[in-house]
């Protein structure tokens, strides 16, 4: 019961994720492309990392891609709650520690940069005595944050979605005194350049989701 990690996602349907990638890709290829960086994500973690995954869905966690994913890896879903992304995570975060575990990391499943070494650094540094973990993004937020406790004021009144929330979540850390260890700075795939940026990597074509079909809607 030492480290728990905390992966939000959402459900893979045409038209409703990824959308700033259309027309580059169709709403059928961006919600497959956003149910393979999911599945790449929780396959790596689940062979590699010795910690439970608690997976938090949106909307819910009645799609048939989470259950096919709950069938395919030793994993636990929960549904999102709250109304603003903070809200989110700041309940996830109280949930998943009220259950025992000593830390908890929380991440997105749309950073393709973000590596297995990453999560065991984090984890390593909580182990250690840190406070907290971050994973800085080019695009001035983070994608990995990690607590041994709960902390509403790092969550509450940010201005999600917009280039402050790394620099402002920078300023409360230091006003609470926390210490804190950031791991390397990532990217997001969410603009046509990062697809443009993903594809020179080599590593997959949206045209089929995984899990037998089931990942867009």
Known sequence: MESALILFTKAPIPGQVKTRLIPVLSPRQAAALQARLTFNLIDALANEVPAPIHLYCYPDTQH?????LAKRF????HPQRGAALGEKMHHAFEEIL???YQQALLAGCDSPS???????RGILALNQGKNIVLAPAEDGGYVLIGLRRPC??????????????LSE????????HLDCFELPLQW??????DWRRWRKLGTYSPHHPPLSGKGAG
């Open 152 to 165: 509403r004021q790092l969550f509450t009144a940010m201005p999600w979605g917009t280039g402050a929330v």
């Open 114 to 120: 973000l590596t297995v070494a990453d999560f065991q």
């Open 169 to 176: 979540t920078r300023r409360r850390i230091h006003q609470l």
């Open 74 to 77: 030793p994993l636990t879903l």
């Open 98 to 100: 009220g259950l025992g």
């Open 188 to 193: 997001d795939l969410d603009r046509p350049e």
């Open 64 to 68: 048939p891609f989470f259950r096919a």
